[in-house]
């Protein structure tokens, strides 16, 4: 028997950074919005005792750790550890969302591969204990679960719910390399040294620009403090962006902590002219267009 999750990747329409904390990481205000990018993890019961395995199929599978370490494997790893089960189990991730992109594709796996084995092993675990399972292996995992839009507080993990009155169109440009999360942060801290950082808060204009679906309201209100990081780590993304904006884009910034960028437009037709502006600029390694909100994690 086998069970199949598919689970969206995400875009930051506003990340407000904090200073570093004791235990190294950052107090965030992260307004997340799921978009229909997504990768289908595939769990399939093993021999008992056999352990789990992972493969990975996609245009970047071969970046993808097939070890101890995948997201995926964790989350099986800690649903059983917590019902006293044994993780026998193959997950196959079919992988659509970039890697190491900042638009949370291992968070995606690690999400869908908790979904997907709880169904496969009937451990009926509550939304809260699957929740907190999620923010255990990482930031950004809760949301992945959930999707829509919603606001992380904390390091991303304690998350609410926001309406959303609309669709909102993007078109995303994968870059010829990754950037590591750890490695922006850091980059982050260094070039705040000297000044205050003041306390992440979400944005009440963007949030009504959410509410109300209005694209032109949010496109004023988007913004990322990990951009100047990511941009310093990686200043040709500063031509990606520049593409992107001279094509039309209501609004450009980097996704996360990057390298994606991300796009903001008015609509389907508008996301088809800058994708095509983004193909054909020699600044990126490819494009795909998306909407968002969708749902979170899903059984098929
Ligand atoms: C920046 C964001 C924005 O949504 O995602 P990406 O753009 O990379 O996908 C997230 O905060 C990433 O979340 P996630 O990728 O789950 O990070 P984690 O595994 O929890 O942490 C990886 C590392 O990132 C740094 N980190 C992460 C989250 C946070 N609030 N403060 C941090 O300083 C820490 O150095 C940590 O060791
Ligand atoms: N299932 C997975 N898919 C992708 N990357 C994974 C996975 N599990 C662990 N990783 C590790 O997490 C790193 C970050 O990957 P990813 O989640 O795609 O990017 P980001 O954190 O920028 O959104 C990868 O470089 C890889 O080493």
Same mark, same amino acid.
């Given at each position: 028997?086998?069970?199949?999750?598919?689970?969206?990747?995400?875009?930051?329409?506003?990340?407000?950074?904090?200073?570093?904390?004791?235990?190294?990481?950052?107090?965030?205000?992260?307004?997340?919005?799921?978009?229909?990018?997504?990768?289908?993890?595939?769990?399939?019961?093993?021999?008992?005792?056999?352990?789990?395995? %992972?493969?990975?199929?996609?245009?970047?599978? $071969?970046?993808?750790?097939?070890?101890?370490?995948?997201?995926?494997?964790?989350?099986?790893?800690?649903?059983?550890?917590?019902? /006293?089960?044994?993780?026998?189990?193959? %997950?196959?991730?079919?992988?659509?969302?970039?890697?190491?992109?900042?638009?949370?594709?291992?968070?995606?796996?690690?999400?869908?591969?908790?979904?997907?084995?709880?169904?496969?092993?009937?451990?009926?675990?509550?939304?809260?204990?699957? +929740?907190?399972?999620?923010?255990? +292996?990482?930031?950004?995992?809760?949301?992945?679960?959930? /999707?829509?839009? $919603?606001?992380?507080?904390?390091?991303?993990?304690?998350?609410?719910?926001?309406?959303?009155? /609309?669709?909102?169109?993007?078109?995303?440009?994968?870059?010829?390399?990754?950037?590591?999360?750890?490695?922006?942060?850091?980059?982050?801290?260094?070039?705040?040294?000297?000044?205050?950082?003041?306390?992440?808060?979400?944005?009440?204009?963007?949030?009504?620009?959410?509410?109300?679906?209005?694209?032109?309201?949010?496109?004023?209100?988007?913004?990322?403090?990990?951009?100047?990081?990511?941009?310093?780590?990686?200043?040709?993304?500063?031509?990606?962006?520049?593409?992107? &904006?001279? $094509?039309?884009?209501?609004?450009?910034? %980097?996704? /996360?902590?990057?390298?994606?960028?991300?796009?903001?437009? &008015?609509?389907?037709?508008?996301?088809?002219?800058?994708?095509?502006?983004? &193909?054909?600029?020699?600044?990126?390694?490819?494009?795909?267009?998306?909407?968002?909100?969708? $749902?979170?994690?899903?059984?098929?």
């Amino acid at each position: 028997m086998s069970v199949t999750v598919r689970v969206p990747a995400k875009v930051n329409v506003q990340l407000a950074v904090g200073a570093a904390r004791p235990d190294g990481f950052h107090d965030l205000a992260n307004v997340f919005l799921a978009v229909g990018l997504y990768d289908e993890v595939t769990v399939t019961a093993r021999q008992p005792g056999s352990g789990p395995r %992972v493969t990975c199929e996609g245009p970047d599978a $071969a970046q993808v750790p097939l070890d101890g370490t995948n997201l995926a494997v964790r989350a099986a790893e800690a649903l059983a550890a917590r019902h /006293g089960i044994s993780p026998d189990v193959h %997950v196959h991730i079919a992988k659509d969302i970039p890697v190491a992109g900042g638009m949370a594709g291992g968070s995606a796996d690690g999400a869908g591969a908790l979904l997907a084995c709880d169904a496969l092993w009937g451990t009926r675990a509550s939304r809260d204990e699957l +929740l907190d399972i999620c923010a255990e +292996l990482g930031s950004d995992v809760p949301f992945s679960l959930v /999707g829509g839009a $919603a606001l992380g507080t904390g390091r991303g993990e304690k998350l609410r719910t926001l309406e959303t009155g /609309g669709t909102f169109h993007w078109v995303f440009a994968m870059a010829s390399r990754g950037l590591s999360t750890p490695a922006v942060f850091r980059e982050f801290d260094r070039l705040a040294e000297g000044r205050d950082v003041p306390e992440p808060v979400a944005s009440p204009d963007l949030l009504t620009a959410l509410a109300k679906g209005d694209a032109d309201a949010l496109a004023a209100a988007v913004s990322n403090d990990l951009q100047p990081a990511a941009l310093s780590l990686f200043p040709e993304l500063a031509d990606t962006l520049a593409a992107g &904006r001279a $094509a039309g884009a209501l609004a450009t910034l %980097v996704s /996360g902590s990057g390298p994606t960028t991300a796009f903001l437009v &008015r609509d389907a037709e508008s996301a088809r002219k800058v994708a095509e502006a983004l &193909r054909t600029s020699g600044t990126c390694r490819s494009v795909r267009t998306a909407s968002g909100p969708v $749902a979170g994690a899903t059984v098929l």
